[in-house]
């Protein structure tokens, strides 16, 4: 799976034009669309010595131990759900969860890959720095082995990624929009939403690269136009030629590279932050990080 290996938008009635060479990640104003999504004077990114303390204080970090009694409390910009964890199943994903959450490893951390239909996946410390490219590589420093179980993946489950290596998982964690029983056996399930399961799809529907560059692009060169002026793409899904005009103030190779790799990529257009994850108890006031509040 990367580890874990839309509707017409309208604007009374009618599809609303977006100008080309036009970066949705920048933010727009358009109306029915996506709000702008930068905050001036805000630091948005980590400096890799800044990343390394956040990996060793969660490496230091001792939990207590993991009991059914307990929830996740996962705080959104799309909203805060609920989870629980499956200790019996799953015993050391479930503390490694806890241990990375209660240090502090996950927050401000985003969801770095979405695929609508499919899942979301989120908890690589990598995309906290200003290295789009490196999303989805990144742990933190240690693995956990598998410990695959009957648990089905069925939609709000909540189960770990990993790479061709079934004992890779580390941080990286996925939930199902959607049943997907091929995932059954070669994913550790751990976790499920049980509260306010809705903000997964409002996540999952979230634009990606892939459909941003597919909005900057047609199906044919208009009449008129000179080819020059424009690139060929192709729908990795649908296999359909597209072409997107290159904007003046850049080359056509840069433009080609860049939409190239927009087109195949899961990541959202808008970036889905994780503000904080806590695993408190449901029965008490959680020692380690104190009282929860939504």
Excluded at 5 to 27: A, H, M, Q, R, Y
Excluded at 66 to 71: A, K
Excluded at 157 to 177: H, K, T
Excluded at 194 to 201: F, Q, S
């Amino acid at each position: 799976m990367g580890e874990a290996n839309s509707d017409s938008l309208k604007v009374d009635g009618e599809k609303p034009k977006i100008p080309v060479g036009f970066d949705l990640s920048k933010g727009f104003n358009i109306p029915g669309l996506i709000p702008k999504n930068l905050i001036p004077g805000t630091k948005t990114f980590l400096f890799p010595h800044e990343i390394e303390v956040i990996k060793e204080a969660a490496k230091n970090f001792n939990p207590e131990p993991v009991t059914e009694d307990d929830i996740v409390i996962m705080e959104t910009t799309r909203g805060t759900m609920k989870l629980k964890l499956f200790p019996n199943a799953a015993p050391n994903h479930c503390k490694n969860f806890k241990k990375l959450a209660n240090s502090g490893f996950y927050d401000k951390t985003k969801f770095h890959r979405i695929i609508p239909g499919f899942m979301i996946q989120g908890g690589d410390i990598n995309s906290r720095d200003n290295d789009g490219k490196n999303d989805g590589h990144g742990g933190p420093g240690w693995t956990v082995d598998a410990e695959f179980n009957d648990i089905p993946h069925k939609r709000g489950i909540l189960s770990m990624a990993r790479s061709s290596d079934p004992n890779s998982a580390g941080s990286q964690f996925f939930i199902c929009v959607a049943d997907a029983p091929h995932l059954d056996g070669k994913y550790t399930v751990f976790g499920e939403v049980i509260d306010k399961v809705h903000i997964v799809d409002h996540i999952v529907n979230t634009p990606t690269e892939n459909s941003q560059a597919i909005m900057m692009s047609k199906e044919s060169i208009p009449d008129g136009e000179d080819p020059d002026d424009w690139i060929t793409l192709k729908d990795p899904k649908t296999k359909k030629k597209l072409y997107s005009k290159i904007p003046k103030n850049m080359r056509k190779t840069d433009y080609e590279y860049d939409m190239r790799n927009k087109i195949k990529s899961d990541k959202p257009a808008i970036q889905v932050i994780i503000e904080k994850v806590r695993v408190v108890n449901n029965t008490m006031e959680n020692k380690e990080t104190g009282p929860v509040t939504e």
